[in-house]
């Protein structure tokens, strides 16, 4: 069974930073791009990030863009999301969310989020 | 960048009806490249259909996507009960871009 297990979330007042982490488990992690996706209380879904399998290609939404890194560690099975500089509107729960499909075109499985608060 | 538009915004029905929601993109869409997802309160997303028209692992058969070029619908045949959520429709652009439509809460009447 695919599972998808997120950590590290919190309240963080703005300016400040966190990390993320999720740990996965059921499937063979080393092979797939993974991503992040949030949400804002109340709003839709935001993709905002991905790594492939073999961190050799890395992209971001334009508004996180030179603030977030994300990396990975196929050894652990895990996937991290450094976030500086947060600001009021990244307060959101932070998915991950594994790739499906040939070229990633959905997202097949999700953990069940880490809640991020930016407020002083 | 391709924009997602959904309709309804909230849709009042009861079980046993049958559910359409639409997905209207600003530009076309590769049919193998639009998917639908269901979220409940408090829970993650989950994928319902891919490729348009391809369920996921364990949806069942009342549940189906279809549609072209700009326009696509998600029909559910006969509500359950467990089918009152939130649902969202999401294309790929390329890689790496993803959008997500708007979505369409679909609550009991």
């Known amino acids: 069974e695919v599972e998808l297990v997120e950590s590290g979330g919190g309240l963080v007042q703005p300016g400040g930073s966190l990390r993320l982490s999720c740990v996965a488990s059921?499937?063979?992690?080393?092979?797939?791009?993974m991503n992040w996706v949030r949400q804002a209380p109340g709003k839709g879904l935001e993709w905002v990030s991905n790594?492939?399998?073999?961190?050799?290609?890395?992209h971001y939404a334009d508004s996180v863009k030179g603030r977030f890194t994300i990396s990975r560690d196929n050894a652990k099975k895990s996937v991290y999301f450094q976030m500086n500089s947060l600001r009021a509107d990244d307060t959101a729960v932070y998915y991950c969310a594994k790739c499906g499909g040939g070229w990633c075109q959905f997202f097949d499985y999700w953990g069940q989020g880490s809640l991020v608060t930016v407020s002083s | 960048e391709i924009v997602l538009t959904q309709s309804p915004g909230t849709l009042s029905l009861s079980p046993g009806d049958r559910a359409t929601l639409s997905c209207r993109a600003s530009q076309t869409v590769s049919s193998t490249d639009l998917a639908w997802y269901q979220q409940k309160p408090g829970q993650a997303p989950r994928l319902l259909i891919y490729?348009?028209?391809s369920r996921a692992t364990g949806i069942p058969d009342r549940i189906s996507g279809s549609g072209s070029g700009t326009d696509f619908t998600l029909t559910i045949s006969r509500l359950e009960p467990e089918d009152f959520a939130v649902y969202y429709c999401?294309?790929?652009?390329?890689?790496?871009?993803?959008?997500f439509g708007q979505g369409t809460k679909l609550e009991i009447k």
């Open positions: 790594i492939s399998s073999t961190s050799s290609a890395i």
């Open positions: 490729g348009s028209s």
């Open positions: 999401q294309q790929y652009g390329g890689f790496p871009t993803h959008s």
């Open positions: 059921g499937f063979t992690f080393s092979s797939y791009t």
